[in-house]
């Protein structure tokens, strides 16, 4: 085979709109691992939620969360693990403060924030995807669920100031004008940061300096013995951008943005017609 490793995005990409998995992705995925290919999870979301999907498929390859900022053994051993400088952290939390932005943080499996609302009351479920319609385990995803939590603080500068945590990501929601100045204005302060959006910039999600997918992936490509050019990569948003121009083949989602379509080498159907599937079958096992 040309690809020997192949990284994969959870939302927009692997799940669905229901967030479910299609079975044809997860017996595409299998063919390809039978064939000798290695899957590499490689997401946003938490070290939990990351290990919860590639457990469902089936896998046992490092996974990567927080977009890079973590990359862990399917057993849930940490092997690297990034975090924030105070100081930047506190810059960006005294940011959204001033300009009324709301925020997140995320140390391992524990949301951090300052007000309940609907981003976040939830955020155990959301984090950790029941997958019932696929077939998933409820056991196994109770016992997920029952390692995440939502701590609430009056004020995330205060919190922050007297608890010093280890925080791998934060997220910013607002519209998009508000995101794409925020965005801006934070790479103007030459914090060491890094700044994606993972819903069309309905969101920013930002990451220590070198917690990237693309850096990720690079060392996980390279720990198994392989290099970037024979990886490829699949994803649907502008988190994924430098992976997939990183990696030897860059495929876009259907449903992906434009911006993302033109740095890929191809383009999938959507999320909703097993994407990942078809780029499989059609592209990196021909």
């Known amino acids: 085979m040309k690809y020997h490793v192949l990284a994969i995005d959870m939302d927009g990409t692997i799940l669905d709109e229901s967030r479910e998995i299609n079975r044809k992705n997860v017996e595409a995925i299998q063919e390809f691992r039978n064939k000798g290919g290695h899957v590499i ?30 990359i862990q053994n399917y057993d849930g051993g940490i092997r690297s693990t990034l975090h924030f400088k105070q100081n930047d952290l506190m810059r960006i939390a005294s940011y959204c403060e001033e300009n009324r932005l709301y925020l997140q943080l995320y140390e391992g499996d524990q949301l951090i924030v300052s007000e309940k609302n609907n981003r976040n009351e939830r955020w155990v479920e959301h984090n950790i995807l029941a997958l019932e319609q696929s077939g998933a385990s409820k056991e196994r995803c109770d016992y997920y669920r029952s390692q995440c939590s939502v701590q609430h603080t009056e004020n995330l500068r205060t919190y922050l100031e007297k608890n010093k945590p280890n925080i791998s990501k ?55 013995g ?9 994803g649907d948003n502008y988190n994924d951008l430098g992976m997939l121009k990183a990696a030897g083949m860059g495929i876009a989602m259907g449903n992906a943005p434009e911006e993302v379509k033109e740095a890929a080498n191809f383009t999938t159907v959507t999320n909703d017609e097993a994407g990942v599937a078809y780029a499989i079958q059609n592209y990196i096992l021909k």
């Open 170 to 224: 934060a997220a910013i929601f607002a519209e998009r004008e508000k995101t794409m100045k925020c965005a801006g204005d934070l790479h103007e302060e030459k914090l060491d940061i890094h700044i994606s959006s993972s819903l069309n910039y309905a969101n920013l999600e930002i990451s220590p300096l070198n917690g990237t997918k693309e850096y990720a992936l690079q060392t996980v490509v390279e720990e198994l």
């Open 41 to 70: 999870v490689c997401s946003g979301r938490s070290p939990l939620s990351t290990r919860w999907l590639a457990e469902y498929i089936g896998l046992a390859e490092p996974i990567i969360a927080y977009n890079g900022a973590v």
């Open 226 to 234: 392989f290099t970037l050019n024979e990886a490829a990569a699949i």
